[in-house]
């Protein structure tokens, strides 16, 4: 077992972090190079090239109505077995060769949350469970997508009671959806999918980024000295940056405060 391999600490959020050490992490780093070079398939969203959340909203743009759910726990409820089984059946290694890579990408029996393979790992493992969602979905002429454990579903019309086989299918696959995060949009609603907003055929930044982009603002003009305006001037950056990937005119606003702070940097 490798469990000493690695780093255990709560994030900001109270959330348990699970990261290799250096040496751990170079392997994990190797395996998900030859990870990335199998096909995926179009609903993944997440973990690979030229995806992202953008890619993500934009698969529901015309979504009339839409229906989220949320996997709880999803990393550390992927046990090693499941990962046995994908090096095994799916990636076709001999059975010692499965269980020695099951030791090296996991911790205490299940996905660790901080491994750069965390996201493969998880998916792959459950690959069976997303295809049959992603059935499910076309059955009824729904898009289907998957961002981490993010799934979502939409259409002109959610049918109803599908959410009850949606959550099934997880339950059956060894999963639950979180019941506080399960969301269905009507027609009239903005619909909010991992962090963007999808309305009237756009996607639009969400009201409470905006929020944090102006407070972000307001405390930088209050800043005294060029440390903390560093500080701010880089959450600001990182802020408008990632607004500009829904909206481009943050586009703009991103390159200026980018060049206020290099000019900054230079300063101290």
Known sequence: MLDSAYKEFENDSGRKIQEPIAQLKAVHRKIGALLSRIELPPYLHSGRKKHSTLTNAESHKQATELLKLDIHKFFPSTKAAK????????FEMSPDVAYIMTNIVTFAGKVPTGSPISMAM??????????????????????FTVYVDDVAFSGAKIPKGLAAQAKKCIRY????????KERFYASSEGKLLTGIVIQ????????????????EFATLAEAKDNATKIIHLEKLAGKLHAAGQVDFRHKDRARFITQQLKATKKSV
């Open 122 to 143: 998880a998916f792959w493992a459950n690959k069976d469970m997303f295809d049959e969602l992603s059935k499910l979905a076309a059955s009824n002429t729904l898009v």
């Open 173 to 180: 696959h060894g999963l639950t959806s979180k019941d506080k």
């Open 83 to 90: 990962v046995y089984k994908a090096f095994a059946e799916k």
């Open 200 to 215: 009237d055929g756009e996607l639009k930044v969400r009201w409470a980024h905006n929020d944090s982009i102006g407070k």
